[in-house]
Nanobody
Framework: QLQLVESGGGLVQPGGSLRLSCAASGFTGDYYAIGWFRQAPGKEREVVSCISSSGGSIYYVDSVKGRFTASRDNAKNTVYLQMNSLKPEDTAVYYC?????????????????????WGQGTQVTVSS
């Protein structure tokens, strides 16, 4: 059974860093494109980044470009989101999700409905 488990969230001061991990089990991780999403209280879920199965194609939403870096280690079935220079507006529950294709074009990768399996989420709070 396909499962995704996120970890690495927590409380950090503005300007700090966190690295989120998304561990996949029950399937071969390198077959699936992965999306990172976040949802703040009272707001809709939004895409943060999408990464193709090979890791060769990565999309970032404008608000995190230059600060966040997505990567994956398919040997470990794990996808990462390195988050630097964190801001209070980055506060949200962060989710990883797997799509049953190796690559999603940008117009599709930003859409939550394109993903088949979701993790449980990890809370990221940026506050002084």
């Amino acid at each position: 059974q396909l499962q995704l488990v996120e970890s690495g969230g927590g409380l950090v001061q503005p300007g700090g860093s966190l690295r989120l991990s998304c561990a996949a089990s029950g399937f071969t991780g390198d077959y699936y494109a992965i999306g990172w999403f976040r949802q703040a209280p009272g707001k809709e879920r939004e895409v943060v980044s999408c990464i193709s199965s090979s890791g060769g194609s990565i999309y970032y939403v404008d608000s995190v470009k230059g600060r966040f870096t997505a990567s994956r280690d398919n040997a470990k079935n794990t996808v990462y989101l390195q988050m630097n220079s964190l801001k209070p507006e980055d506060t949200a529950v962060y989710y990883c999700a797997a799509a049953g294709v190796r690559y999603l074009v940008q117009a599709l990768c930003i859409m939550p409905d394109e993903y088949d399996v979701w993790g449980q989420g990890t809370q990221v709070t940026v506050s002084s």
